[in-house]
């Protein structure tokens, strides 16, 4: 392995709303026992402690939850991220926008206290969730390592999410998720199609009972799962995965073979795509690059 990273998935119930001195004593110990793992990842809304509630309390709960992206809570777990020296990507938080909308918003931060990158929804579950919904995809970069993206719990129906993230450079897409609901069966079966349809790492990490059914995993490029939870029950799942098989797998095909992004290469033809009102052609249809990363991300 060439570009080795480790990491942790961590399938747990919802903890105390905002409680951030009970969530870094908990992952505190995980570094105790997890010595060399680079990166931690918490399920969808993992701090904000909500139960069952009617939708009036759940609303007001929100409300009280909400902080701008600059606030406390953040500036309390980039802290945390730096004093530990880890990759951090604590779930998603309910965020106040400049527009004074609520949004879904997935936070990551690195080893050196900075919140390296922060992504909003743009799939909220309707009609059940009632956020705005974001307007854009994103991915890090996760310095010697490689880049990252950002996906959250229903992004992952759309292929156009994972497929942008992918083209955006993502070599490993983190999927955070709370679902209770018996789809969660389907939602497997996703995150393993993500992987393979993009050849990408994908790791689908989802909340432990009783605000989740569980059942996280994380596949590789060719869609094998290396790692999966197969209960409800509070889990760590690790695993060290090398970035580089992304392209080894692109440049030779999933199982030898297939090798969907070089599909425009050469001389065949745009094709156009009513329902997007676009087209794809050769000249766009290639995952972002080193060279290319600054203006994908733009």
């Known amino acids: 392995m060439t570009r080795p990273l480790s990491l942790a998935l961590v399938q747990a119930p919802t903890a105390p709303s905002d409680d951030i001195g009970a969530f870094a004593a908990q992952l505190e110990q995980l570094t105790r026992i997890h010595r060399d793992t680079h990166l931690f990842v918490h399920p969808e ?17 929100i409300e009280a939850l909400a ?6 809570r ?3 777990l980039a802290e945390l991220a730096g004093d530990l020296g880890r990759w951090l990507v604590p779930g998603s938080v309910y965020e106040r926008g400049e527009d004074g909308r609520i949004y879904n918003t997935a936070v990551a931060y690195s080893p050196e206290g900075r919140r390296v990158a922060s992504y909003r929804k743009v799939f909220p579950w309707r009609p059940y969730e009632t956020v705005a919904a974001g307007s854009e995809f994103v991915v890090f970069d996760m310095t010697g390592f ?20 992918a083209w955006m450079g993502a070599e490993l897409i983190l999927n955070l998720v709370q679902t209770p609901t018996s789809d969660r069966a389907q939602e497997v079966t996703i995150a393993k199609a993500n992987a393979i349809v993009n050849q990408v790492f994908v790791a689908s990490v989802n909340a432990a009972a009783p605000n989740g059914l569980g059942r996280s995993l994380l596949a590789d490029p060719q869609g094998r799962v290396r790692v999966e939870s197969e209960s409800s029950e509070t889990a760590v799942l690790t695993d060290v995965i090398d970035l580089d098989e992304v392209a080894a797998v692109r440049r ?7 090798r969907p992004w070089m599909q425009y290469e050469g001389e065949q033809s745009s094709l156009e795509l009513p329902l997007y009102d676009g087209r794809i052609s050769s000249g766009r249809w290639a995952p972002a690059t080193d060279a290319t990363a600054a203006e994908v991300s733009a």
């Open 252 to 258: 030779f095909g999933s199982g030898g073979v297939t």
């Open 146 to 165: 490689g880049r990252v993206g950002l996906s959250i719990c229903y992004d992952a129906w759309f292929p156009e999410s994972s497929r942008h993230l």
């Open 45 to 61: 809304l993992h701090l904000t402690g909500l139960s069952e509630a009617s939708p009036d309390e759940t609303a007001e709960r």
């Open 67 to 72: 902080q701008p992206l600059d606030g406390p």
């Open 74 to 76: 953040d500036r309390a």
